[in-house]
């Protein structure tokens, strides 16, 4: 569901996402382990990027932390988290903009056009290898009182094996 002038309009779209291992990363007594990842999106029938986004999906064995990170090239970043055990199958993170950790931060355009004030996505492992993903992104819409939700959805397959680091091996 994406923000018109008219109103809200759904957008069916096709969703590459690629997801890497990296090496551990560690701060200190911190230890993180990790996938890099690079999410291409385009209207169906269409070669035109619609959306782009890179990151990582970080998680912290010592408290159960799983962290997001995010970056458009509509220049936008943000940052979500969550906890979830090794071995969960249902996770939820959740960015704020108010807040000095987790939050969202936009170029001055999108800060003024279409502020958003909140992005969580719902996270469900699936038992046949697909996953899925519920994405709200919360944005206050120049000249409208309500908030408008942003959603997307979907059930992702995987196609190949990862390629960790092969020095690392």
Do not use: C
């Not at 279409?114 to 046949?128: L, M, Q």
């Not at 919360?138 to 990862?162: Q, W």
């Amino acid at each position: 569901m994406k923000p018109k002038a008219d109103g809200p309009r759904k957008q069916a779209f096709v969703e590459r996402m690629e997801l890497q291992p990296i090496d551990p990363v560690t701060n200190g007594p911190q230890l993180f382990y990790g996938l890099r990842y690079h999410t291409h999106v385009t209207k169906p029938d269409q070669v035109k990027t619609y959306h782009d986004q890179v990151g990582y999906w970080l998680w912290e064995p010592a408290t159960g932390t799983i962290i997001q990170t995010l970056a458009i090239p509509r220049g936008q970043i943000a940052m979500a988290s969550g906890t979830a055990s090794a071995d969960a199958k249902e996770f939820e993170l959740v960015a704020r903009r108010e807040s000095e950790n987790f939050g969202i931060r936009s170029n001055p355009f999108l800060d003024y056009a279409f502020h958003t004030v909140e992005y969580r996505i719902k996270v469900t492992v699936n038992a046949d290898g697909t996953w899925a993903y519920d994405e709200d992104t919360v944005m206050m819409i120049r000249g409208r009182d309500e908030p408008f939700h942003h959603t997307d959805r979907n059930l992702l397959s995987k196609i190949a094996e990862p390629t960790p680091n092969p020095l690392a091996r």
